[in-house]
């Protein structure tokens, strides 16, 4: 079992930057890799981020490549995003999950065990 809380969103304007975490608790949070995803009203959940467990490199979306950076202190059961350059086709509330699946399947929502409640985005022009 895995719980997971999203912080750090909220209102910001065309051009900040907003650190998002994800904060789990379980004892098997260091096995999974964790995942980013966002969903806007009367949109799919879309992915934007993944980290694996230990070792690699993190995949990003090709909608945040460049302005995004994704780390994770398994320590803590703390994953970040950090966003930058936010446009307002980021608003979205924004979610973490947990999955074991290989790379190739981490873009995919369905592959996700556990999701958080979501943090909410919202960028003004």
């Known amino acids: 079992q895995v719980q997971l809380v999203e912080s750090g969103g909220g209102s910001v304007q065309a051009g900040d930057s907003l650190r998002l975490a994800c904060t789990a608790s379980?004892?098997?949070?260091?096995?999974?890799?964790l995942g980013w995803f966002r969903q806007a009203p009367g949109k799919e959940r879309e992915f934007v981020a993944a980290?694996?467990?230990?070792?690699?490199?993190?995949l990003y979306s090709d909608s945040v490549k460049g302005r995004c950076a994704i780390s994770r202190d398994n320590a803590k059961n703390t994953v970040f995003v950090q966003m930058d350059r936010l446009e307002p086709e980021d608003t979205a509330v924004y979610y973490c999950?947990?999955?074991?699946?290989?790379?190739?399947?981490?873009?995919?929502?369905?592959?996700?065990?556990?999701w958080g409640q979501g943090t909410q985005v919202t960028v003004s022009s």
């Open positions: 379980g004892s098997t949070f260091s096995t999974y890799t």
């Open positions: 980290h694996r467990s230990s070792g690699g490199y993190p």
């Open positions: 999950g947990v999955t074991r699946v290989v790379r190739s399947s981490w873009p995919a929502a369905g592959q996700y065990s556990y």
